[in-house]
């Protein structure tokens, strides 16, 4: 771009000292060699910017029409000459105008294109923060898991370790006898005596007493 603008200011101030004569200004041809030399300024211009697209064909049609001016001045056509020129810096102009467009909006798309991929690597960095965040719950998860598995294995391991002890135990103690002594009255059944006489005695008799022992063992 630099080149460019270095090259158009060039002949701009060809121009410039080619109209601040009065002498060279005065005949046709002076101003057929000036529109000349200005649309030579502009393809060259032009061509430096290395555009794309549809320019290359304008800069073709602009040098074409710059061959005609020059051939036009050659040929002492002088007003054939400057209409020529006037054509192909015309053309050159608009060129111009469309690669500086197309210039503008290659990097604008590419600024897009920059701050998509930015986006898209920030988008990517979330997913992995979230799901890195995702695994480390999901492992403490299961070491909670893990650590409940052990505390209720270590609770068995005392339960059962106690139940182990109180049968040892148990087995250590001798069998205890219990010794119960119940005493209870029998009812006395009156007995009926027959003599010879045809008398009836009744006697009754005391109420017996009996004696009933019962022995328990009890073993621990």
Partial sequence: MRKVLMIHAATLAALSMLSASPVAAEGKGDRAKAAVAEAQGKIDALNAMDARGEVP???A????????AQDQ????????AIDAAHQASHLADTAIGVAQRDRRENRAAAQADANMAAQAQVAGARDQAAA??????DAQQRADAANARAATAEQAAASAAADAAA???SAQQPPTTVTTETTRTAAATPQVVHRTVHRTVHRR????VVTEKTTTTVSH
């Fill in 57 to 59: 064909r304008m800069s």
């Fill in 61 to 68: 049609d602009a040098m074409a029409a710059l061959r005609s």
């Fill in 73 to 80: 001045l050659r040929a002492g056509h002088k007003d054939a």
């Fill in 132 to 137: 890195a965040q995702e695994q480390a719950a």
């Fill in 167 to 169: 049968a040892r135990a």
């Fill in 205 to 208: 008799t005391h109420p017996a």
